[in-house]
């Protein structure tokens, strides 16, 4: 034992020295990844700005409006109305003026140079002289309308009119309108006609007649024998 501790000879001097010097600087210097985390810290995030809108915003907004080309002066039409045309209606503004004029919107119309579609037949009926036809345009080309009864022509139209009369019919007939334009001739819109007993109105007014007559008669008669029982009695 004491043999042992005679073979360990303690640390020279400036060895001991040196390694406490080491473990000492050591302990004091920060890690990499301590520094790091240190630097990561440190670093602030940036804030993100939200500017809230108020109405004063609004009044630096600008606007800027198309101008219409000249010579041009069509109302705006905000709400995107329809065109106050009617297709049944005699002496009216076209459709399409009133949309160059007012920006309301049109229906769709064929062009001149396809044939246009056929008219709307609405009514055949007597007058009391004629027969008189109505029908209502189509949204199309029109330069005239034509009637034709039992299919033969009886009469033309202007483009403007929605109604017209064609003389007397006096057997059941097919009454047709079609519409015409420089492209040719629409399908046409029918309907059967059936002629009114005219004769009817006529008898009934001799019967009245008669039945007045009879009933005048009979009243005179009956003052007649009532003055006569009176002039008996006195």
Known sequence: MAAATRDLHPLPLPLLIFCLFFISGCSSLPTAAGAAGKEIRGLRRP??????????????????????????????NRGGQKCAYDSCLEGQISCAKLAASTGCLCPGFTLHDVAPEAPRLVSVSWNGSDVVVQWCAPYSYVTAYTVTVGGEERKQFGKELRSGAVGDIENISEVCVLAVNDSGASAASCSMYRPVDRGLPVRAGIIAGGVGFLLLLLLLVFIYRRRRATGHRR
Do not use: A
């Open 47 to 76: 804030r993100s700005e939200t500017r809230v809108f108020t109405t004063e915003d609004y009044d630096n907004l600008e606007y800027r409006v198309t101008p219409s080309p000249p010579g041009k002066n069509v109302s705006p």
